[in-house]
């Protein structure tokens, strides 16, 4: 299927690797323009070389810089005036109780996971308006919807920012501008094996035991791939998808137990 969305220009945040790496391939295999970002200019240098390697069609550049700070924001929005894609991503803080929720960490959390998402937004939103297409996606995660209390700060900032673009989303679908969140839950990513590593340390198992243990625990018995992600965040880019808006996709193999 043709998502109608050839041409199109999209800024993929922490697109280095994980998540963010495929939703950019993904959109790239539909004819999308991808500008890949991340902190680590050498790094995002072999992922563009590997990308060509890959699809030699592809259109793929990258702007390095912190996504956490002003002037890494400032940096993006200088280089890049407008866009018609944007998929908003970035890594959160460390597992913990309430006891680790210093006012710091507080503050770290929200100018990780809701400042950078809200600022790019705004930069970019009234130029997708005013051609009358855009297309935002939040990759957030399966806890905005079921926390656990040793995620509760990552997933604090991540329902804010759920919250905020649901407001903008109404305002915004008359100009053809949807604002959607992806809500992963254990896709086999960097961030996964980061996990995994956690609960080897303090389970004293072997990396085995951990990914079956891991596995029983989702309804399908197996983690999902970055593809799998990649090719729905590239649905909820395209022409198709026109009228969905507000909305939380999660990709958790089935696991979550609610109705909404």
Request: glycine fraction near 8%.
């Amino acid at each position: 299927m043709d998502l109608g969305i050839r041409n199109r220009v999209a800024f993929v945040c922490a697109s280095s690797q994980g998540l963010g790496l495929a939703c950019a391939q993904a959109l790239a295999a539909e004819g999308v323009a991808i500008i890949l970002n991340g902190r680590d200019e050498s790094k995002l240098q072999s992922v563009v070389q590997q990308f060509r390697l890959d699809n030699p069609a592809a259109a793929v550049s990258y702007i390095a810089a912190d996504l956490t700070t002003s002037s890494g924001r400032e940096k993006i929005i200088a280089s890049l005036p407008q866009v018609d894609i944007l998929v908003t991503n970035n890594a959160g803080p460390q597992p913990g109780a309430l006891s680790d929720w210093s006012e710091e960490a507080l503050r770290k959390a929200m100018e990780a996971n809701f400042i950078p998402a809200v600022q790019l937004i705004r930069a970019w939103l009234p130029g997708m308006q005013a051609v009358g297409f855009g297309r935002i996606v939040n990759i957030t995660s399966a806890m905005v919807k079921s926390p656990h209390y040793m995620m509760g700060l990552s997933t604090s900032a991540r329902t804010a920012l759920t919250a905020i673009c649901k407001a903008i989303s109404q305002e915004v679908a008359k100009d053809n501008v949807t604002i959607n969140n992806l809500l992963p839950e254990r896709i086999d990513t960097p961030r996964q094996e980061f996990m995994l590593q956690r609960l080897i340390a303090k389970e004293g198992i072997s990396r085995e035991e951990a990914r079956l243990r891991n596995m029983q625990s989702i309804a399908a018995r197996r983690y999902g791939t970055p593809q799998e992600f990649g090719a729905a965040c590239a649905f909820l880019c395209s022409q198709q998808a026109a009228f969905i808006s507000g909305q939380n996709l999660q990709l958790d193999g089935g696991s979550y137990d609610g109705l909404i």
